[in-house]
Structures are given as C-alpha cells and as structure tokens.
C-alpha cells in the first residue's frame, strides 16, 4: 500500500512557477514509476508528466514539455513537479500517481496509488 500526499499548488500569475511535491509512505517507492495528472473543471483527467523508478527517465505531454520538470528523490520518498512559465490553461488540481511498473507510462490505468491532489490556479 502506497499513500500519497501531494503540496505546493497554490495561486500564481502566467508566467510564473510552482513547485508541486508528492510524498509517498511505505518502502516500496522506489519500485513505482510515478506520474503527475491533471483534471481541469468540466474536463477529464489529462497526463501531465511521468518519471521511472531511477529517475533516469522521463516523459511529457507536448502540452507541458519544455515548462515542466518532473523529478524524484528516492531517498526521501518525494517526487517532484516543476511548473515554469505558467499559463492559464493550466488551471488544475494535480494530482500525483503510483504506477504498478516500473517505467514510465502515461497510461491513467496503470497507476495504482493516487494521492488527494492540490489546485493550482494560473491568473492571466
């Protein structure tokens, strides 16, 4: 069993950053590929970022590529979300997911685990 807690979202102008952290209890972290989803008010969940269990690699929907870093820290059982460059049109609550695998993967029904998510808000 995997819980997670996600913090950082917040309210910020476009153009601005936000640093989202999720963190995860139990010892088995490090065999979970972690992912960031989003979900936009009257939208379906949207893919945002996905990052495999070293770290080593990542993947991104085009939408964030290029703004958003995703990250983790197997050590304090933490990843991450980095938000550059802030546009409205990511107005969300975010969620962060543990995947049954251990690389990457942008598919919704591959994660397991899924934390409480937090808002972000992007004025214009």
């Known amino acids: 069993q995997v819980q997670l807690v996600e913090r950082g979202g917040g309210l910020v102008q476009a153009g601005g950053s936000l640093r989202l952290s999720c963190a995860a209890s139990g010892r088995t972290f490090s065999s979970h590929a972690m992912g960031w989803f989003r979900q936009a008010p009257g939208k379906g969940p949207e893919f945002v970022a996905s990052i495999s269990w070293g770290g080593g690699s990542t993947y991104y929907a085009d939408s964030v590529k290029g703004r958003f870093t995703i990250s983790r820290d197997n050590a304090k059982n933490t990843v991450y979300l980095q938000m550059n460059s802030l546009k409205p049109e990511d107005t969300a609550v975010y969620y962060c997911?543990?995947?049954?695998?251990?690389?990457?993967?942008?598919?919704?029904?591959?994660?397991?685990?899924w934390g409480q998510g937090t808002q972000v808000t992007v004025s214009s």
């Open positions: 997911a543990a995947a049954g695998r251990l690389r990457w993967t942008i598919s919704f029904r591959e994660y397991d685990y």
